[in-house]
């Protein structure tokens, strides 16, 4: 064979074992041929490699896990004129996720019905949920796996992080699931989700661990573990396990621009559940910890300028007068980069780690003052604002209402809703089931530029504007707003017969 040939040959083996190389390594070959069998003879193919199979899982857990429809009042809330989105400026898709933004968190009905999920954590009847599934009901009722209903009462709530305890008496003990610990949870992991998605109870899905500690900007002790399994309207209070039958969190929000799950979910980490719930079952209220600082992050030009690395602890903006960190010395530039040994990154770290330590308690502090670390100790307070929250029905608060809630205009939300440079106005953040703002087509993403012929430009001055032109004696009000880029005045009317309840 001459050299041309023998060149010729190597080529073509070393094409065929590349493309070989390559289709191997891209996919599994459909089967396998045993290298005993005869050249030309069948081939067999080995059983099939089962997949993922949560059935078993899903057996052990189900009993445990509950579907909650709540009553609440049909006459409209009050207008809401602070922000509620988060503090960094979130796209307006969150606005549509969070407990804040979406009405009830669950499967609205009429006549101020609303569906969520949660899951019992203890044999007599304790049951763990979200609080923007119960906030405000009159009513609460539980319907066990087996159907049986019954009526709950609610033993506290914390707003600060969406999670409430409500509690059913049965005249049995209860099956129940076992918190897992969310702090050993990692990225890639498998987790199955369970709830009442649209009022369909019982419902499973399956993904992975997409992320954890997520701040999602929706308050200071974010800590959300994100998720690719399916969460939709109704799922919100029900819980997120592991293969091993622990609770490791609560499926809370989701990312979406369209309402419906786009595989972007988030879950309150289980480690948060057990410390709020135990103090939600003991005081129906959650007590934390307060030194009165305001933190900022140290990042980029403000950590090269004070000569300290990035991230290398909490920087003190402001401290308040009288308060814990102000009797113990501490200044704004002092740099908080330990709470009792824990490391402290960032103004979030010290968030959480001061509200874990109880009110009364000292606490251990390594600060970075002028250049030289100190140790001081200081007593905690309590947080201000902490209160028990109650299942009965809110006190009206006075003045009309038509059932809104608003937040700025912010230029992030201006592009995404086609607002012309220039126009002023406030965003509808949450339009209430019932109430007269519902009934006249008002929705989530409108912009209120006027209220009648005043202009405004913020969601203070709407609520003022509105309140005004409602004390005539047709309470009524015409509203002017921008929707899909294109203006439009919508007259909201609260003698209507929805707003009567």
């Known amino acids: 064979m001459n050299q041309t040939r023998i060149q010729s040959v190597r080529r073509t083996a070393l094409t065929a074992a590349l493309l070989a190389g390559t289709a191997f390594a891209g996919c599994a070959p459909a089967f396998a041929i045993d290298a005993g069998a005869p050249v030309n003879g069948p ?38 004129g602070a922000p509620q989105f988060g503090p960094q400026g979130l796209p307006f898709p969150f606005s549509q996720m969070f407990p804040h933004g979406m009405p009830r968190g669950g499967d609205s009905q009429p006549g101020g019905e609303a569906r969520g999920s949660g899951f019992i954590i203890s044999a007599d009847g304790t049951i763990v949920t979200n609080n923007h599934v119960v906030k405000d009901a009159t009513k609460v009722t539980v319907t066990l796996d087996d159907g049986t209903e019954l009526q709950a009462k609610v033993v506290g709530r914390d707003p600060r992080t969406d999670i409430a305890v409500i509690k059913v008496s049965a005249d049995r003990k209860l099956p129940y699931i076992e918190l897992g610990q969310s702090r050993d ?43 690719d399994a399916p969460i939709n309207h109704g799922n919100s209070g029900g819980p997120l396990f592991t293969q091993d039958g622990k609770v490791i969190g609560m499926n809370t929000a989701i990312y979406s621009p369209s309402g419906g799950s786009v595989g972007i979910g988030f879950a309150i980490p289980s480690d948060m559940i057990r410390t709020i719930s135990t103090q939600l079952v003991a005081q129906g209220q959650v007590t934390r910890g307060f030194i009165g600082v305001e933190a900022q ?26 308060g814990p960190a102000a009797e113990a010395g501490l200044e704004p530039g002092d740099i908080i980069q330990a709470v009792n040994g824990t490391k402290i990154a960032n103004p979030k770290d010290l968030a959480l780690s001061i509200a874990a330590v ?6 251990r502090l ?56 220039g126009v002023k106005g406030a965003v509808v953040r949450a339009v209430e089931n019932g109430s007269p703002a519902e009934q006249a087509g008002l929705r989530p993403g409108d912009v209120i530029v006027a209220v009648g012929r005043q202009k405004v430009d913020a969601p203070a001055s709407t609520v003022q504007a509105i309140r005004a032109a409602l004390e005539g004696q047709d309470h009524s009000v015409a509203l002017r707003i921008i929707r899909d880029g294109a203006p439009a005045f919508v007259a909201v009317n609260t003698d209507s017969d929805a707003a009567s309840g």
């Open 366 to 421: 390594s600060v970075l003052h002028e250049g030289k670390t100190q140790e001081i100790t200081l007593k905690v307070g309590q947080l201000p604002g902490e209160q028990q929250a109650e299942a009965r029905e809110t006190t009206p608060q006075p003045g009309p209402r038509i059932g809104l809630g608003l937040a700025p205009l912010s230029p992030e939300l201006r592009a995404q809703l086609n607002v012309p440079e």
């Open 185 to 227: 949870v990692k990225p890639g992991e498998w987790v199955v989700a369970m709830g009442n998605p649209f009022g369909l109870g019982g419902s499973v899905t399956a993904g992975i661990v997409s992320a954890v500690s997520r701040d999602i900007g929706s308050g200071p002790y974010d800590q959300f573990i994100q998720i």
């Open 297 to 322: 992050a140290l990042t980029g030009p403000t950590a090269k300028a004070l000569h300290v690395p990035e991230n290398g602890g909490a920087l003190l903006a402001g401290v308040k007068a009288g």
């Open 43 to 80: 081939a067999v193919a080995p059983a099939a490699r089962p997949l993922a199979d949560f059935s078993g899982l899903v057996t052990q857990v189900k009993p445990a896990v509950v579907s909650i429809t709540t009553r609440f009042k049909a006459t409209p809330a009050a207008l809401e």
């Open 358 to 363: 109880p009110p009364g308690k000292t606490a």
